[in-house]
């Protein structure tokens, strides 16, 4: 329900979906040190908007385990920069909330990061992006988001116009 007031109310403040680029909607997973010792997997899932060539802003889910004693759930808001938007390359930053499951315990805190990525097209409206992130309190995380880009335009097209 947290989403779809941010993506409300991120409408609300840009005047209209109209005047957005695309939205997006991403798949993946990574790997990262969400461990006592050695990695964590998990899966995430991110919705965004395009909002002109420069910026992308959205949110963003992250759960990963260790396969041992240790659990995480990341929610966080992103706020994407593209300073080589013709090669779609990004940076990325990302507040939020980081919740850690231990025997039992639950132990939340809050999370930052930056995260570092391009965004290569597929076909028409799919994309994947290979990322690295780092921050606190999981230090490190790397991954491959698969997704779909909802927009009135193409891939190529976008190139063209970016």
Not at 132 to 154: D, E, H, M, Q, T
């Amino acid at each position: 329900m947290k989403i779809i007031h941010f993506i409300l109310l991120f409408v609300f403040l840009t005047g209209s979906v109209y005047s957005l680029d695309s939205v997006f909607f991403g798949l993946g997973g990574e790997v990262n040190a969400n461990a006592r010792e050695g990695i964590a997997a998990g899966g995430t899932l991110s919705i965004g908007v395009d909002i002109n060539r420069y910026f992308s802003a959205g949110v963003k889910k992250t759960y990963s385990v260790d396969f041992k004693d240790i659990t995480t759930i990341e929610d966080a808001v992103f706020f994407r920069f593209y300073p080589l938007p013709k090669l779609r390359v990004f940076i990325q930053a990302e507040l939020g909330t980081y919740v850690l499951y231990e025997e039992g315990n639950t132990q939340p805190t809050l999370l930052g990061a930056f995260v570092a990525g391009v965004r290569i097209p597929i076909g028409s409206y799919f994309y994947i992006e290979p990322q690295v992130r780092g921050g606190y309190p999981f230090i490190w995380g790397g991954g491959l988001i698969a997704g779909i880009n909802f927009s009135g335009k193409k891939n190529e097209e976008e190139l063209e116009v970016r």
